[in-house]
């Protein structure tokens, strides 16, 4: 197993990691955003396909669900959709990950590059220090978190912070 392990610290976990969600609408309109949008959701060297389809309900609400075909996952629930001068936001509260994104005037959908990824050398996945990173390594860790991966979120944190608040 490797020594090193790719980190993404960003806002959420996977929706979050979509660079740019291009617009292969079938159907939708500028002004609407109804339809199926399918993006690529980028890690390191994986490359896998999202997609999401979003309808209107009869009150004139969004609504939506999430594919990842690359994973087999089918209709993952999308809890909250906006759709807003062109910005579209979408949360799912099953994969815990939030994107936003502007349409562009191609009607291609571009967002969520605010994102970090770095490699915290001799940690596992879990952000604790570890020799191996193999599961048969997890019961012998006693940290729940290193300090140097804690320093590394804050400081992303703190980041993201003071320029929403400029």
Known sequence: MRNKSA??????????????????????EKESIEGIWMG??????????????????????????????????????VSKVTFENGR????????QGIYEGQIKEDGSIEGNTNYTIQ???????????AQTGAISEYAKIE????????????QWILKQTSRANQ
């Not at 579209?88 to 994969?95: D, G, P």
Request: charged content about 15%; proline content about 3%.
């Open 7 to 28: 980190f993404i610290i960003g806002i959420f976990v996977a929706l979050i990691l979509i660079t740019a969600l291009s617009a292969l609408s079938q159907g939708a």
């Open 40 to 77: 690529t959701l980028k890690v390191s060297v994986v490359e896998l396909r999202i997609v999401f389809k979003i309808n209107a309900n009869a009150d004139g609400t969004l609504a939506a669900t999430m594919d990842s075909p690359d994973q087999g996952a089918e209709n993952i629930a």
């Open 88 to 95: 579209l936001y979408l949360e799912s509260k099953v994969v």
């Open 119 to 129: 490699e915290l050398p001799k940690h596992n996945h879990l952000f604790q220090r």
């Open 143 to 154: 940290e729940t978190i290193s300090p140097i991966a804690l320093k590394a979120i804050t």
